[in-house]
């Protein structure tokens, strides 16, 4: 110690030694820590249209609401009937509602000879996988009224009805579930455009 209580030279530097070292340490962890962690893997639906045939009505989509489980990206599963899980690591590329919407679209397509114009509203009930013995399958359900263009929200509907949707999956992994969902939401769209064609 230095008259007036100042360090030494040689103790200063040895305590700026043990924190560089202290940092090194540190940056080391967090560097180890983000090269093992696995990365993100992100889904979106198959957006090609499963039909071609004409139908005579074209439907468009106003909106469509989530039920509460359902507004994480994270891909839901029913591990059983009062459990539910998501994956860790599988995420939707984009918000639920958003990426069913498109789905929807492209599979009622521009009509060039529709005779009627109608507007979806709607609610995403479900939309996940469910565990079953021996493997998975896909489960959508959409709530679904039909309205005029231009009608209020307080408006009742034309017609409303709930579809539902149940598909295997050919394993149980997000990749074989996101694909099976994009049947079940085929099914479903062809369900809603055959009961259009009645009003």
């Known amino acids: 110690m230095k008259p007036g209580g100042k360090p030494m030279p040689g103790k200063e530097r040895y ?4 924190c560089s070292i202290r940092a090194a340490v540190l940056a080391a962890y967090v560097l180890a820590g ?7 893997r992100y889904y ?3 957006m090609q249209c499963a039909s ?5 009505v074209h439907i468009g989509i106003e909106h469509l609401r989530l039920a509460q489980p359902l507004a994480r990206r994270e891909i839901m599963i029913q591990a059983s009937p009062t459990q539910l899980d998501y994956y860790a690591l599988d995420q939707w590329a984009a918000t639920l509602d958003e990426l069913v919407a498109h789905k929807l679209e492209a599979e009622f397509g521009e009509c060039a000879e529709a005779t009627r114009d109608l507007v979806l509203r709607g609610r995403i009930l479900a939309f996940n996988q469910v565990d079953v013995p021996g493997g998975a399958q896909a489960h959508a359900k959409i709530a679904v009224a039909l309205y005029e263009p231009g009608a209020r929200l307080h408006e009742p509907p034309l017609f409303e009805k709930t579809y539902e949707a149940r598909g295997p999956a050919t394993e149980p992994t997000a990749p074989a579930v996101v694909e099976a969902l994009s ?4 099914e479903v769209a062809a369900a809603i455009v055959e009961d259009a064609r009645g009003l």
Do not use: F, Q
């Open 15 to 18: 305590m700026k030694c043990l």
């Open 183 to 186: 049947r079940c939401l085929e």
């Open 34 to 40: 983000c090269a093992t962690s696995p990365p993100m």
């Open 52 to 56: 071609t045939a004409p139908h005579g």
């Open 44 to 46: 979106t639906l198959d």
